[in-house]
């Protein structure tokens, strides 16, 4: 395998982090719909750590982004 073939493979790989990090996002929402649903007077507590659990994950699917980008500069 040649090192054009590698850099594509990786980038894929680093793609599929993003992929991940959406479905853990639409998770996460999820949820906190779910929980508010139950119990209304909670959404000011729980609204906070969905939040931050967002931030988290969205973090993850820049970080697989930049990733991506890093190779594809170093393709060539």
Not at 8 to 19: E, N, R
Not at 56 to 74: D, K, N, P, T
């Given at each position: 395998?040649?090192?054009?073939?590698a850099a594509l493979i990786g980038m894929g790989a680093a793609a599929i982090g993003v992929a991940g990090s959406g479905a853990g996002i639409g998770y996460i929402f999820g949820k906190m719909i779910e929980a508010v649903a139950r119990q209304p007077e909670i959404e000011g507590r729980v609204s906070k750590y969905m939040w931050l659990g967002f931030a988290l994950s969205e973090a993850v699917a820049l970080y697989a982004l930049v990733i991506a980008f890093i190779i594809m500069g170093l393709r060539k």
């Amino acid at each position: 395998m040649d090192v054009h073939a590698a850099a594509l493979i990786g980038m894929g790989a680093a793609a599929i982090g993003v992929a991940g990090s959406g479905a853990g996002i639409g998770y996460i929402f999820g949820k906190m719909i779910e929980a508010v649903a139950r119990q209304p007077e909670i959404e000011g507590r729980v609204s906070k750590y969905m939040w931050l659990g967002f931030a988290l994950s969205e973090a993850v699917a820049l970080y697989a982004l930049v990733i991506a980008f890093i190779i594809m500069g170093l393709r060539k």
